[in-house]
C-alpha cells in the first residue's frame, strides 16, 4: 500500500521568507513523487514531479522540491514566498508499477504581505 | 491546449435524487479518472479508465456511484440515490499512460 503524509495543516510566511511544505511518503517500490496547489474554486494544478535522476527537482512558479530516499521525503520549497503563493497544496505519491495515485491531505498555505 | 472540461461546475440536490457529472479529457490522454474531494480531504481516487476499460474502480461505491465511458474519450459519473455524505468535489483528470494528471476545475456537488 502507499501512501503521504503532510504534517503541517497550515504554514504561515511572510512575503519574501523562504517557504516549505512537507511531505513525507511510503510505497513498496520506487516512488514517482509529485506537487499539485490548489485555488479556491479551481481544480488541481500540478507543479512538479519526481521520476528518477536529480534529487533536486525544478517546476513551475519558482518552486522545487528535494527527494530524499532515507527519509522518505520530498518537501517542497520556495526561496522567497509571493502573497499570490497562498492556496492550498499536495503531495501525491504513486508506486512506479502502478497507476493509482494517492494524495495527502493537503496543506493550507498563507503568505502574509 | 484545451484543458479538461467539466460541467456542471455546481450543483445542489436533495437526499435521495440522481445527479450526473460529465468531463472531457485533455485529447489524445487515453487514461481518465474521477477522484471525490471532502472538504479538508485529499482527492481519493474513484474510478480509473484506460480507454474505455475500467482500470481500477475499487473504491467505487458501486451501490449508488457508477460511471462509464463508452467511446473511449468522454466520461460521466453518476451518483443514485444521494446521500448527504457524498457532498464534495468531483474532479475529473486526464494522463498519457502513467504521466502527470491534468485536472479540471471539478464539481461542488451540495446533497441537502
Known amino acids: 500500500a502507499q501512501s503521504v503524509a503532510q504534517p503541517e495543516d497550515q504554514v504561515n510566511v511572510a512575503e519574501g521568507n523562504p517557504l516549505t511544505v512537507k511531505c513525507t511518503y511510503s510505497v513498496s517500490g520506487n516512488p514517482y513523487l509529485f506537487w499539485y496547489v490548489q485555488y479556491p474554486n479551481r481544480g488541481l494544478q500540478f507543479l512538479l514531479k519526481y521520476i528518477t535522476g536529480d534529487n533536486l527537482v525544478k517546476g513551475s512558479y519558482g518552486f522545487e522540491a528535494e527527494f530524499n530516499k532515507s527519509q522518505t521525503s520530498f518537501h517542497l520549497k520556495k526561496p522567497s514566498a509571493l502573497v499570490s503563493d497562498s492556496a492550498l497544496y499536495f503531495c501525491?505519491?504513486?508506486?512506479?508499477?502502478?497507476?493509482?495515485?494517492?494524495f495527502g491531505a493537503g496543506t493550507t498555505v498563507t503568505v502574509r504581505a | 491546449e484545451a484543458g479538461v472540461a467539466q460541467s456542471p461546475r455546481y450543483k445542489i440536490i436533495e437526499k435521495r435524487q440522481s445527479v450526473a457529472f460529465w468531463c472531457n479529457p485533455i485529447s489524445g490522454h487515453a487514461t481518465l479518472y474521477w477522484y471525490q474531494q471532502i472538504l479538508g480531504q485529499g482527492p481519493k481516487l474513484l474510478i480509473q479508465f484506460q480507454n474505455n476499460g475500467v482500470v481500477d474502480d475499487s473504491q467505487l461505491p458501486k451501490d449508488r456511484f457508477s460511471a462509464e465511458r463508452l467511446k473511449g474519450v468522454d466520461s460521466t459519473l453518476k451518483i443514485q440515490p444521494a446521500k448527504l455524505e457524498d457532498s464534495a468535489v468531483y474532479l475529473c483528470?486526464?494522463?498519457?499512460?502513467?504521466?502527470?494528471?491534468?485536472f479540471g476545475p471539478g464539481t461542488r456537488l451540495t446533497v441537502t
Open positions: 483528470a486526464s494522463s498519457l499512460e502513467k504521466g502527470e494528471q491534468y
Open positions: 501525491a505519491v504513486r508506486d512506479w508499477g502502478d497507476y493509482k495515485l494517492s
